[in-house]
């Protein structure tokens, strides 16, 4: 065991540079907290569930405890009322507190969840943002709540954002780096290949699609990266091309490293800097994209919660402002955010700072 | 305007200058060049006008008559020919000449043209309105009334009607409106060189015969007999111009951007592609003398603005620079139609009652496995919670549609009562189908695994609001609805190829009579590119509807009419969404309309042409030039007025239930 643990710790040990690098990245203080802020939001947003739900956390009915946030929906004739569809847990809280007892919901910190439409009687949505109601950034024109539609938008955008990133990347790299790396006719063809590919208009591709066949998740992100991977590789060719010239993988080959071994022990790891600097403005292009289509109703199908599709809403229904500002400040605070933690990447990882050229 | 005036001065009515200007011919271009001035002196060469290159187009080929159709060779003896005098003048003899409506489409039109590819965008609803027909229906009696024609007969095979046009017809360019005109608008509509094979079909298979009698009199016959009123709004239709079209392989493109001569009060006289295009009120219309147009068509300029977003055209609106504006959707009518120039009194709102023909509804695939089982198919009208949807999303405005199609009037079957919201009877419905459980997530689910799961299919995504409330709503009774949401064309193709479930859309309804045959004959069903968009398929109606088609007597079509509305409804196949029962506008104050709005069957208010919604009723309001500038100046000096909101419900129908 011992030897395994410090096997381990002699492999996990950071190296000097990279130490350096991030304790760079934690000097520049936005960049740093930026990315403090944002990583809370992305993982409560992956638990959101549990802060913004129309299904309490917990009910105690008749001495039993219920957790029906997460599986299957439980009928109203579970909690003694005359429905068989899943119960309405607002209006059981009410009930319970109206007839005392022992009987008890707990309901999420925001009451709804994004798909559900909480109509007044007598009056029309959307409603303005309301502490008593539960809504606390109001409605949209359905009645659903914003900040649920917001929180569970933040995080289809920002997954469908990271899956993007990861093909985009995967694919860009390898063919960037086999272009640098090995030059010659399979760069020029490739070259070429890529040029013509670039000129297919995405946007009008994905209206195309999304005219014939409703998008989903899916088939948006295969769309999107049948036609995104592209931007990676001029990028990866370069820095391949630069650092196959360096003395150190001419050493490597000397001794007999074959090629994957090169470019996987040697090449990508000295690129790496080049591929961390283009992450955060990547992830924030995916959103933005994303946030596009939606508005332009060529995205995720409705009722499917978007930022594209709230802005959309907002902008056709100007005279209820909150609509519009809680998604633009939204939208506005998330790149910005995520702009900053681009921009202290890159300071941190400017190789300017750890060479020296004699 | 100089387009006109270079027709005007050609002889011959074929060889439009502008076609010969392009066909490169020197000869013709100084025949363009030296018209209306004389002849230039350098160029003497001898022209004589046999030589002039002209372009005649291809030959259209004579009317071809089908076995046992045809009309008689010369006009028959026994005619009776009738005319329409007596019924209610329906304009104001308060309105005033003069003024410009401003008014906004969303987009710029793509041609000019009536027919072939693009030409049924929004512009169409300017350009073919200002094309009469020889007659018109009146838009409260719903009886025909003079236009082109003075009079009119019934031919004795109870599918003919003949006609005879008012001398005085004229097209814009001067030229009179003739016989010939209406046998070539048969020939060109038949023609290939049009591009447009709907037309080419329906000028073919409902259009059987036209024939000319002499300059003034006409003949037409359709594929089968009906009631007269009936036989006019079907098959009658509008002269072509004869004097104008060259047909030729090009035509489309050649026609493009060609101001058609028409018989209508306004012609276009400005366009700048992209921006704008003005129609001018045409100052010695033949029609001014009719005793249905008089007091009617009263702005002297027409201006349509392309302004690309509906909310930025509002917006216009509001600042008036447009005069008027549909407020016909609710969160104009109750929202964005307040403030401060409704308050002080600037802008007038306007709600009419009339009665509209609205046929629209979710439409059921019944050969989809799931929906071709009837219980599946009253379970999910059952599950559909309209109600709630019209109380919130639409804000009470709409009604409930109760049958597969209304407001024609008599024809109408008022005795259906929609299928409402019952959990109770869609649990019996579907537990009588095999849908008896429910699984983790609430909905139905059948032995053999299959959920009750629905895709909707549309394609406005303003319509996104109703759907998700449904949608919500039947999750309660079990079932889940996905929504399909295309872009409008998408949608239609896919509904079209019968590639839907349930398809969520409207019918264009119109004409005197509601139709069955291409929505609910089994030859429609099962097959792409038709109407029966439920593919249903029915022994017992196919009959019934042939004999509605073919059947003569008013009395008889009623009582068919209101039959099959009813099996309609036994079978499930439709079910009726909403209907909006009126038109609502806003407009600045110097527009006026009469005291009475408009009339039973208006489909908008402050429109400025003869149609709107099949029946002669627009052009009826008037702008007021000195009201205009006095509520100018009151608005810049900041006084108020009155606040002015009329709600008309002469023509409301009680809700039934």
Redesign the interface.
């Known amino acids: 065991m011992n030897v395994l643990a410090s096997r381990l710790k002699g492999k996990f040990t950071l190296d000097p540079l990279t130490v350096k690098q991030f304790k760079r990245f934690r000097s520049i203080k936005r960049g740093f907290y930026s990315a403090v802020v944002l990583g809370v939001m992305i993982v409560m947003s992956f638990g959101a569930e549990l802060l913004v739900n129309s299904r309490a956390l917990v009910v105690s009915y008749q001495g039993e405890l219920f957790f029906p946030t997460y599986g299957d929906i439980i009928p109203g004739r579970t909690f003694g009322l005359d429905y068989d569809y899943e119960t309405d847990y607002r209006d059981l809280d009410g009930l319970l507190q109206e007839r005392g007892g022992d009987d008890w919901v707990l309901m999420p910190v925001v009451p709804y969840d994004a798909l559900e439409n909480d109509l007044q009687p007598g009056v029309y949505p959307p409603y303005a943002p309301s502490l008593a109601s539960g809504h606390y950034l109001g409605t949209d024109s359905t009645g659903r709540d914003v900040l649920a539609r917001l929180i569970y938008g933040f995080r289809i955008a920002f997954a469908f954002s990271f899956l993007l990133l990861l093909c985009n990347y995967l694919i860009g790299i390898a063919v960037g780096c086999a272009m640098g790396f090995w030059g010659g006719l399979f760069d020029l063809i490739f070259q070429r290949v890529i040029e013509i590919w670039n000129l297919v208009p995405t946007l009008y591709v994905i209206m195309i699609v999304a005219s014939i066949v409703v998008p989903t998740f899916w088939t948006l992100a295969a769309v999107m990266v049948l036609l995104g991977w592209t931007a990676m590789t001029w990028n990866m060719r370069t820095s391949t091309y630069k650092e196959k010239s360096r003395e150190y993988v001419l050493a490597a080959r000397a001794l007999g490293a074959s090629n994957p071994r090169m470019i996987g022990s040697h090449v990508i790891p000295n690129t790496i800097s080049v591929i961390v600097t283009f992450i955060p403005f990547s992830i924030a292009g995916g959103i933005t994209l994303l946030t596009a289509l939606d508005y332009l109703g060529f995205g995720l199908p409705p009722p499917t919660p978007s930022w594209g599709e709230l802005l959309s809403q907002g902008t056709s229904h100007l005279g209820s402002p909150w609509i519009v500002y809680s998604v633009v400040i939204a939208i506005g605070l998330v790149l910005v955010m995520v702009n900053y933690i681009g921009e202290a990447i890159r300071e941190a990882f400017d190789p300017k700072k750890f060479t020296y050229y004699e | 305007m100089a387009l006109r005036r270079e027709r005007q001065c050609t002889s011959d009515r074929k060889g439009r200058p502008y076609a010969v200007l392009r066909a490169g011919s020197v000869v013709g271009a100084l025949l363009v060049a030296g018209c209306g001035t004389e002849t230039p002196s350098v160029f003497q060469a001898p022209v004589e006008t046999e030589q002039v290159p002209t372009r005649t187009g291809v030959v259209l080929p004579p009317i071809e008559v089908q076995e046992g159709d045809g009309l008689p060779e010369a006009l028959p003896d026994d005619l009776v020919w009738i005319t329409n005098e007596e019924d209610p003048l329906y304009a104001s003899p308060q309105a005033k000449r003069g003024g410009t409506l401003r008014t906004t489409i969303l987009s710029f039109p793509l041609t000019l043209r009536r027919v072939g590819p693009d030409s049924n965008g929004s512009f169409a609803g300017y350009i073919r309105p200002n094309q009469f027909g020889p007659i018109a229906l009146h838009p409260q009696t719903r009886r025909p009334i003079p236009a082109l024609a003075t009079h009119w007969a019934f031919g004795a095979d109870g599918r003919s009607i003949y006609y005879r046009l008012n001398p005085e017809a004229r097209w814009s360019d001067g030229v009179p409106v003739t016989a010939d005109d209406f046998v070539y608008a048969v020939q060109f509509m038949r023609s290939e060189e049009i591009v447009a094979p709907w037309y080419n079909n329906y000028y073919t298979e409902r259009i059987r015969d036209v024939k000319r009698y002499d300059d003034l009199t006409y003949a037409i016959q359709g594929a089968s007999p009906m009631p007269g009123g009936e036989m006019h709004a079907t098959y009658s239709f509008g002269p072509q111009p004869r004097h104008f079209h060259v047909l030729t392989d090009n035509w489309v493109a050649e026609f493009n951007w060609e101001i058609e001569p028409n018989t209508g009060p306004y012609e276009i006289s400005e366009v700048r592609k992209g921006k704008y295009i003005v129609m001018e009120r045409k100052d010695d219309w033949w029609g001014d003398d009719l005793k249905y147009f008089k007091h009617r068509f009263n702005p002297d300029r027409i201006h349509v603005k392309v302004i690309r977003d509906a ?1 930025v055209a509002f917006q216009h609106f509001l600042k008036g620079e447009l005069d008027t504006f549909g407020l016909t959707l609710p ?1 104009y009518w ?3 139609a307040t403030g401060e120039p409704f308050d002080k009194g600037y802008i007038a709102k306007y709600w009419f009652y009339s009665e509209i023909p609205a046929a629209s509804g979710m439409y059921l695939n019944s050969e989809d496995p799931l929906l071709a089982d009837e219980h599946i198919r009253f379970g999910l009208a059952h599950s559909m919670n309209f109600d ?1 949807v019209i ?3 639409l ?1 009470g405005d709409y009604e409930r549609l109760s049958t597969f199609q209304i407001g024609f009037g008599d024809y109408d079957n008022h005795d259906i009562k929609p299928r409402e919201w019952d ?1 109770d009877k869609a ?1 019996a419905y579907f537990a009588a189908a095999g849908f008896d459980t ?5 909905i139905r689910i059948r032995e053999d695994g299959q959920r009750l799961s629905f895709k909707v299919t549309y394609g406005w ?1 303003e319509h ?2 109703r ?3 449904l ?2 709503e039947a ?4 079932v889940e609805l996905q ?5 409008s ?2 949608s239609f193709k896919k509904m079209r190829e019968k590639k839907h479930q349930i398809a969520w859309m409207g019918w264009a309804a119109g004409g005197l009579s509601p139709g069955y045959w291409e929505h609910f004959h089994s030859v429609n069903a099962g097959k792409p590119q038709t109407n029966n968009l439920t593919n249903h398929a029915n022994p017992e109606m196919d009959p019934l509807i042939m004999a509605y088609r073919v059947s003569a007597t008013l009395e008889e079509r009623v009582a068919l009419a209101r039959r099959l509305e009813q099996m309609v409804h036994d079978s499930g196949v439709v079910i009726p969404t909403f209907r909006v029962p009126y038109t609502r506008a806003g407009a600045w104050r110097w527009v006026k309309l009469p005291d009475w709005l408009g009339t039973r069957t208006a489909a908008s208010l402050v429109s400025p042409f003869a149609d709107t919604g099949g029946f002669s009723g627009g052009g009826l309001f008037w702008i007021d030039v000195d009201e205009k500038r006095r509520i100018r100046e009151a608005k810049d000096e900041g006084r108020a007025f009155e606040p002015v909101t009329i709600v008309n419900t002469d023509y409301r129908r009680k809700q039934a239930g």
Do not use: M
């Not at chain 2, 429910?438 to 609430?442: I, K, L, S, Y």
């Open positions: 909310n969160s109750h929202d964005k709630h109380e919130t999303v804000r959990l649990d429910r699984g983790g997530d609430g995504p996104t609001e759907l998700v409330v949608q919500e999750t309660k009774a079990g929504l399909d949401l295309l872009d064309a998408g």
